[in-house]
């Protein structure tokens, strides 16, 4: 089965970006910047799991199942949700292709009236902007409406949004692997310890890799998420000390 029969049609050709046609030029921080939030979920939420088993006096078995399963649950809970949340923004995009689509064809003149008066909003004087208008409606009136209407100028298509999903469960899993290694090679009087340095590592690994990939402040990017991560082992550690 296609990923059209699954999800619809794709939109309809027009000068709007697709992501399968992005080239690999054109890196997009903040999308970067998700994918190492993630990865540090999957360090952090499996890491503080493993310590609250360690915290109760669990053994090296249970250490290992709790990581497994907290790993494999992780990915399947973020990139489910990662994908669900891309699909519905393609719905809605599509949507409003849809109704775009519609109105330029019912009354062409209105919408150009409209793209003109967006462009004088922006500072742009009347000629001009009547003119930047006319030009953007002769070459593509649908991607000229979307982007100024609505700020669309990436369009997802359905096997983006499974990419999407794939790649959030994926970083989650590279992020979870740490402490599940750790519970795999350690054993449980020494696994509590090797977590906390495993995760002040990676997290400071991945707050380096974050902030110079998606142009970010290092020291501030890295503090916060020490603070999260450790904050979160102490915690769980605690929570198994009491429940048991």
């Known amino acids: 089965m296609t990923d059209a029969a699954v999800d619809g049609p794709e939109p309809p050709e027009s000068g709007v970006h697709t992501p399968g046609r992005r080239p690999w030029t054109r890196f997009d921080p903040s999308e970067a910047r998700g994918w190492f939030a993630i990865a540090n979920d999957g360090i952090i939420a499996t890491a503080g799991i493993l310590e609250g088993f360690a915290g109760a006096g669990s053994g090296d078995g249970v250490l290992l199942v709790a990581a497994s399963s907290a790993t494999i649950a992780g990915m399947l809970s973020v990139g489910g949700a990662e994908w669900a949340e891309a699909a519905a923004e393609r719905d809605a995009q599509l949507a409003v292709i849809e109704q775009e689509s519609g109105e330029i064809l019912a009354d062409p003149e209105a919408e150009y009236q409209e793209l003109a008066g967006y462009y004088r909003a922006k500072g742009l004087t009347s000629e001009v902007a009547e003119e930047v208008a006319r030009q953007l409606m002769d070459l593509d009136p649908l991607s000229a409406q979307l982007e100024s209407e ?12 499974v990419r999407t999903g794939l790649a959030a469960g994926l970083a989650y899993g590279i992020g979870a692997l740490i402490p599940l290694l750790i519970s795999l090679f350690f054993r449980s009087g020494l696994e509590s310890a090797a977590i906390v340095v495993a995760v002040v590592i990676s997290l400071t690994i991945t707050s380096i890799l974050s902030a110079r990939v998606g142009r970010t402040h290092l020291r501030r990017t890295l503090r916060r998420s020490l603070e999260v991560g450790l904050l979160t082992l102490a915690i769980s550690y605690l929570v198994g000390l009491v429940v048991l």
């Open 150 to 161: 609505y700020g669309i100028s990436t369009v997802q298509t359905s096997a983006s949004t």
